[in-house]
């Protein structure tokens, strides 16, 4: 792309209207404009990190397990203390969220809970995605106690004959008691860490059946639709149905709100990019907040603006980019799980708040 753009002026005049979904298509898109979110103008809101490429399970449905990626990142299986740390004092002073995944399990990194903690120390939000299986009780009254913002349990299963399908190397009974006993010692805590549950919505898995049995147990059941990353299966789904209609390219809500950095400290354009083919900078050489203004993030933002996303190689091949939503998103997740979360720990206050108990 040639020349700098004024890119917050640009997407002003660009501002496109959304179009309405039909109700078959289940999520209905009231957003009145697209393009850049208010909260992210300064900064993305979240920062989601390849924290590790190690995992100790082989989940069929991973495109980790069924690709070469974890072997080509083999000179950085887990990122670095330095790089981690840049990252979170870069969010930290923003009040941004340092969203924790990859291509294996978080918890196997030697230092996970010490770079939680301090994240939460430079005023970063702190959301942990995991299968579960790491957790020990002083692991666990850490965590609650630096008050991360969320932990996601990936459970994709209510019961221990799917579990044993669908999370292979993992173990039923050992996810039920660390998510029991994370969400008691949260409560006897009163930590304001959120927790709750998801559940990838493939063949075979009976989704509803899953969200019945969490839904008690957690702040918020998360159904994610199941995405291939070019790289699974599409006929695993057992909910294809997109939520952006495809020929109409609407804008990626991804590249408006978050981004996406690897073990290396290499930003990616976006989630689809987990073999991290593209490169929008290195966040050893550019600040963040750089890499968000420049010129490779405007170009994609431009592209999509005006309808123009698919003569991006990458955007085009992105069989992912129908499940992203404006609507249906990760912030009312948070929200939702929040309220319940108040509820558990506070409850009388929360029942004051809500009106449910009367003056006298
Ligand atoms: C790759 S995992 C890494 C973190 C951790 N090991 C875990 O399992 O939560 C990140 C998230 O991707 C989800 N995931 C894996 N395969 C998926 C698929 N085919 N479609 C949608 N989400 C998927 C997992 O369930 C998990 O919530
Ligand atoms: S636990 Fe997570 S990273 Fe490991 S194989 Fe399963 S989905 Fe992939």
Known sequence: MKGKVNWVSYLEKQSVEMHGMKKDNRILHKQKIYGIKPQAQKFPMMCVLSFIYVCNAKCPNCPYTNSQIRADYKDRPFMEESTFKIIADQCGEYGAWVRISGGGEPMLHPKAVELMEYAKNVGAKVGLITNGSLFTEASSTRLLEAQIDMIEFSVDAGDSKTYAKVRRGLKWDVLLRNVKRIATIRNRLKSSTKIIASSVNQVDVDIDAIAKYWEPLVDNFQKRKYLTWGINDPSKSADPAPYLPLTERIPCPFIFERLNIDSRGKVMVCGFDIAGKTDMGNIHERSIKEIWHGEEYQYYRQMHLSRRGQ????????????????????????????????SQVEPLDFQESEGCVKDV
């Open 311 to 342: 003569e991006i190689e990458l955007c085009r091949n992105c069989p992912d980019w129908q499940y992203r939503s404006w609507k249906h998103n990760y912030w009312k997740i948070v929200k939702k799980a929040e309220k319940k979360r108040r």
